[in-house]
């Protein structure tokens, strides 16, 4: 895996991931306890399920896929990740990961190491309260989860993944209307309880409907009081 020489001090994503509330002296001392940015390819892991719980990671550029893999091969995805996005904190209680971590692109990681947490927040204490709220975080993001899987609706569930990645967009200071979805139509129906045939009607629909408009990865946003509108549907 190739190391990337970014400092915390000098990245573009420093007000989105752990390092948002520090000021400079302490970015200075994350930075000799943060691994360097490392890249791994598409397709390849982070870690694997019941791998030992080692770090948190960040991702820098890129998206992460994790999900859960049956005895038989099979895949249950459980979130997808934009840079700027903090995971693996799922592992923290029973020390192996829950879940598999895959790059869906070339993806930059960073790794912050779980056994220098302690001295992360002694020397930084100001981080603490940073892991805490990403923590908060992760727990609304299951609760969302949960709440597309109980709309009943294609329309619904689709268009609430459509708002919620423009959301996360605009927090990244990118445009909520123009989104690039690094995942397959098969991963985000797995995401959402639904086939990828499902899926794919319902992309064409909403093209038809002029909600959307879509070239292959590559998703415009033409109407997103519809679309948001649409995730209250039953």
Do not use: W
């Not at 709220?133 to 268009?159: F, N, P, T, W």
Request: hydrophobic letters at 35%.
């Amino acid at each position: 895996m190739q190391q990337i020489q970014v400092a915390c001090q000098n990245c573009a994503l420093a007000r989105l991931c752990l390092p948002v509330a520090l000021g400079s002296e302490d970015l200075v001392k994350l930075d000799g306890l943060i691994k360097q940015p490392r890249a791994i390819d598409r397709n390849e892991h982070l870690f694997h399920m019941n791998d030992p719980f080692e770090s948190l990671y960040i991702v820098r550029s890129g998206c992460i896929k994790t999900y859960t893999p049956s005895p038989s091969g099979e895949e249950q995805v459980t979130g997808f990740y934009l840079p700027g996005e903090l995971f693996g904190l799922s592992g923290i209680n029973s020390g192996k990961q829950p879940t598999a971590a895959q790059a869906l692109e070339r993806t930059n990681i960073c790794e912050l190491p779980f056994s220098k947490m302690d001295d992360v927040t002694q020397q930084i204490p100001a981080l603490s309260q940073q892991i805490i709220k990403v923590m908060s975080d992760e727990l609304m993001h299951d609760q969302e989860l949960l709440g597309l899987l109980g709309k009943k609706s294609a329309e619904a569930r689709i268009a609430a993944f459509l708002t919620n990645l423009a959301k996360r967009c605009s927090k990244r200071h990118l445009s909520a209307t123009e989104i690039t979805l690094n995942m397959s139509r098969s991963d985000i129906g797995n995401y959402l309880g639904l086939a990828e045939e499902t899926v794919s009607r319902t992309f064409t629909r909403f093209v038809n409907e002029e909600i959307l408009s879509v070239q292959r990865r590559e998703v415009s946003i033409l109407d997103p009081e519809r679309l948001q509108k649409m995730t209250c549907s039953s």
